[in-house]
């Protein structure tokens, strides 16, 4: 909770919890520090917390990460993602059009949800025959706790066979979508191996769905928590872009990140010998008052607001400006469609699943 964060940042800001053999941190600089140094801090972390990121770029340490960075940055380019907003207005128009026919809106369930798995589904090419298949995917559990190991490899293999299939089809007949943009880009002379287009994909599918879901979900509790917000962006939808930023450093879908010292690290006055895991708190340095004002109050005008919710370095989000794209087209529309919205049940429950804290359900009643 964040006022354990609190208590943390001010007592033990870096903290080694012998019950788990996890070494914490919760301050905005320390959290930076390890994001910064690749070096030190690696990110081949993965083993513990599930089988299922094992050898995709999230968990490759540079220069090996460079590499295949550059590749991915040559197919997500912000034209490929300009592209979907088309797309993404219609298919959140499609859904809004459904939930007013029902007269009966649960944000995660009708919208927050299908909107990111379409529009993962649409930027990889995935035909829309094969959405029912992609549905059961996006509700599996992709980063398994330990003991659960065994299922996140399972469907990872499930996922590969599907994808070997579709990526043998568009590197015979190129389209205009990313797995066909991802087969033919190439960094000095070298493409992407079959095994690195595959990982790719089951990445890009884990990374962009609950995430994006969780941003849309957690924009309707801020914005519910604060009615006059919620009108203040009803009358002026310019100030959206911003207000989302805020909801991305106050309830952030993803609260902390992995990494293993490769050497021994001296980090706020303690000493991490190599080998550790490190679990950095984003979600606490996004509520440091060293860093932010008044932490705990939800701004929407707060400049400069360098949060680190879509985290900070080499591995800094790919999808950050399609989460955005997504947030900033389909939340002013909820808010002109839906009119005033309120929430109907109190306080909604949050899941730790793997690195995503997830809201289950968000039942709101809606005026329109
Ligand atoms: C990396 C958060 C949406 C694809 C990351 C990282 C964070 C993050 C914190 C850094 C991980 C680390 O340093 O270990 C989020 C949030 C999102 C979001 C909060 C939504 C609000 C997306 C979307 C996509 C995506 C929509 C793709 C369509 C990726 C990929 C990486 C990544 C491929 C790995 C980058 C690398 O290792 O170089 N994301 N993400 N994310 N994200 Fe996102």
Not at 203 to 222: D, F, M
Request: net charge negative; charged share 25%.
């Amino acid at each position: 909770s964040f006022a354990w964060f609190a208590a943390m940042r001010e007592a033990h800001p870096v903290f080694f919890h012998e019950g788990t053999g996890i070494w914490q941190v919760f301050r905005y600089d320390d959290v930076l520090n390890v994001l910064t140094d690749y070096a030190r801090f690696s990110s081949n972390a993965f083993e513990d917390v599930g089988a299922f990121f094992e050898g995709t770029l999230l968990a490759k340490d540079p220069p090996e990460h460079r590499k295949l960075r550059n590749l991915v940055n040559q197919a997500f380019t912000p034209r490929a993602v300009a592209r979907l907003a088309d797309r993404i207005t219609q298919i959140t128009q499609e859904l809004l059009d459904a939930v007013l026919a029902k007269g009966e809106l649960d944000v995660v369930a009708d919208i927050a949800f299908p909107l990111p798995a379409k529009v993962i589904a649409e930027l990889l090419g995935v035909p829309d025959q094969d959405w029912d298949i992609f549905q059961r995917w996006a509700q599996a559990d992709p980063s398994a706790p330990p003991a659960r190991r065994l299922a996140g490899r399972t469907m990872r293999q499930e996922m590969e066979e599907y994808f070997t299939d579709l990526i043998a089809e568009r590197r015979r007949v190129p389209r205009e979508d990313l797995i066909s943009a991802l087969c033919q880009a190439e960094v000095d002379g070298q493409k992407l191996s079959q095994n690195e287009l595959l990982s790719f994909c089951v990445l890009l599918l884990a990374a962009g769905q609950e995430t994006t879901k969780n941003l849309i979900a957690n924009a309707i509790v801020c914005f519910t928590d604060y009615p006059d917000v919620m009108e203040r962006l009803r009358r002026q939808p310019e100030l959206m872009p911003a207000a989302i930023e805020e909801v991305l450093r106050f309830l952030p879908p993803v609260w902390f990140l992995l990494r293993r010292t490769t050497i021994e690290v001296e980090l706020g006055g303690q000493r991490i010998p190599p080998g550790q895991n490190v679990l950095v708190w984003t979600a606490s340095a996004n509520r440091d008052p060293a860093q932010f004002p008044e932490p705990d109050r939800f701004l929407i005008e707060r400049s400069p607001n360098r949060h680190l919710a879509f985290g900070h370095g080499v591995h800094y989000c790919v999808g950050a400006p399609l989460a955005r794209l997504e947030a900033k087209i389909a939340l002013p529309l909820m808010l002109q469609r839906l009119g005033r919205l309120e929430r109907v049940s109190g306080v909604p429950i949050m899941v730790n699943r793997g690195l995503v804290f997830v809201i289950r359900s968000l039942p709101i009643a809606f005026e329109a």
